[in-house]
């Protein structure tokens, strides 16, 4: 594998012409579009449109233009639906990855007698077990005892038969993530979910690393509920509107918190005390929509319609492969881990490395313009990007943490974290 196999590769990808579409950071490589994905030219020019929109139309613009206000949130979410394999109403453009889990949960978690607790998993993101935790506590449930995490037992992955054998009498509702954020492994949505509703317990994904990378099939594997945010493999800037997903059998659900902008459309401006939830996932919105952080997905979300996730996961496996041989291949005395799975099936869109010194290799490979990120303790995290990342930035990524392991270049920095990783 040379750079010559790499450039082979770049011609031949469909997905090329998408680079041209994005404000790549000068001098650098960047592999960290799962922490916060690129600005496009599309999205730019979206913002913008919002902006123009306030000026022109002042209060008309919730209903006068050609994208009126009032309706964005859903048509995001209809853009989004095919990313998820979901049914257009199932899904709406709203909040964050947390306060959407907190709406979900605050929806979905029905303790009833002995059946009053919330299995999760000991590896997911922080910000998830803190709702959940929450969520008990509102509920008047001591988190010790009340919140299930299924353990991993290599500190990395999850199996399916572990996370099914603590699938319990007492279980009312499960919460893992779709992708690992650390490993990058994918859980078994499918079999997770078929387990779940055997047992008479309900079920919800957290997307944040899944969606834009891979493909789901929510609807048709029976998905109880799902959550995300958008500034991540979507692209959709710096807190970005997040989504949600609610599986259309539980439309009937009241939302566990309430708020006007979930009304049926047609009677929200009746400015009525009585709630009238919309039949869809909009129900589930709770104030007015942030239509700044909402606008850049418009042009963001055209990119991914335009592409196809089919063929962005098809190059994303590609990217990935074509990485991890080339560690095998040049790194091999260097002593790095390949710590996500292997197999395509179950690897997500980033390559996880462990290496020991990994705080600081990461920022000699910043100071050098490979962009990775670094998680504790001692993780590397390297997304190349199907929408903007070349074979080639891959064949240079690695070549330069090949003469930095070489010339111990590290050395030159603290084996320490910043602020932020
Ligand atoms: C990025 C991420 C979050 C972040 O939550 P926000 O509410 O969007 O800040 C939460 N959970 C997971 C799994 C994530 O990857």
């Not at 639906?81 to 029905?110: D, R, W, Y």
């Not at 063929?311 to 091999?332: C, D, G, P, Y």
């Not at 070489?406 to 030159?412: F, G, I, T, V």
Request: with cysteine; glycine share 8%; charged share 25%.
């Amino acid at each position: 594998m040379d750079r010559l196999c790499a450039q082979e590769l770049d011609r031949a990808d469909v997905l090329g012409r998408f680079r041209k579409e994005f404000y790549i950071p000068e001098d650098a490589i960047y592999f960290d579009g799962n922490s916060l994905g690129l600005l496009s030219k599309r999205a730019e020019a979206t913002l913008y449109d919002m902006v123009e929109s306030w000026k022109k139309f002042a209060i008309d613009g919730w209903t006068n233009e050609a994208q009126p206000w009032f309706h964005l949130s859903e048509k995001l979410g209809n853009m989004t639906a095919p990313l998820i394999g979901a049914h257009p109403e199932e899904v709406i453009t709203t909040g964050s990855t947390t306060t959407n889990l907190h709406q979900l949960a605050a929806t979905f978690f029905k303790p009833e007698g002995q059946k009053n607790k919330i299995l999760a998993d000991e590896l997911n993101f922080p910000s998830d077990i803190y709702a959940l935790k929450s969520q008990l506590q509102i509920k008047g449930l001591d988190p010790e005892t009340h919140l299930v995490q299924v353990k991993s037992r290599d500190g990395h992955t999850l199996t399916t038969d572990d996370i099914i054998a603590k699938m319990n009498e007492d279980v009312a509702l499960i919460v893992l993530p779709a992708v690992l954020y650390r490993s990058g492994q994918i859980l078994d949505m499918k079999a997770l979910t078929k387990a779940a509703h055997e047992r008479g317990i309900l079920i919800g994904f957290d997307l944040c690393h899944s969606i834009g990378a891979i493909e789901h099939h929510l609807s048709a594997w029976d998905v109880d509920f799902a959550f995300w945010c958008t500034y991540k493999h979507l692209n959709g800037g710096p807190g970005s509107v997040g989504g949600l997903y609610v599986n259309q059998k539980h439309f009937d659900q009241q939302p566990g918190l309430a708020g006007w902008f979930g009304s049926d459309k047609a009677k929200q401006f009746d400015m009525s005390h009585t709630f009238t939830p919309a039949e869809t996932a909009g129900a589930f919105q709770i104030g007015t929509p942030h239509l700044f952080s909402a606008a850049p997905l418009v042009g963001a979300l055209e990119l991914f319609q335009e592409a196809g996730m089919t063929h962005i996961r098809t190059k994303s496996l590609q990217l990935t492969a074509f990485l991890m041989n080339l560690v095998e291949q040049e790194l091999s005395e260097y002593d790095f881990t390949i710590v996500n799975p292997r197999d395509d099936h179950e690897r997500g869109g980033h390559v996880f490395l462990e290496h020991k010194e990994a705080a600081r290799i990461c920022k000699a490979l910043k100071a050098d313009g490979v962009i990775p990120d670094y998680r504790e303790p001692n993780g590397i995290r390297l997304a190349p990007v199907a929408l903007y990342n070349t074979f080639e930035d891959v064949y240079d990524a690695v070549g330069i943490l090949k003469t930095i392991m070489q010339e111990k270049r590290y050395l030159e920095f603290e084996n320490k974290r910043g602020v932020i990783a």
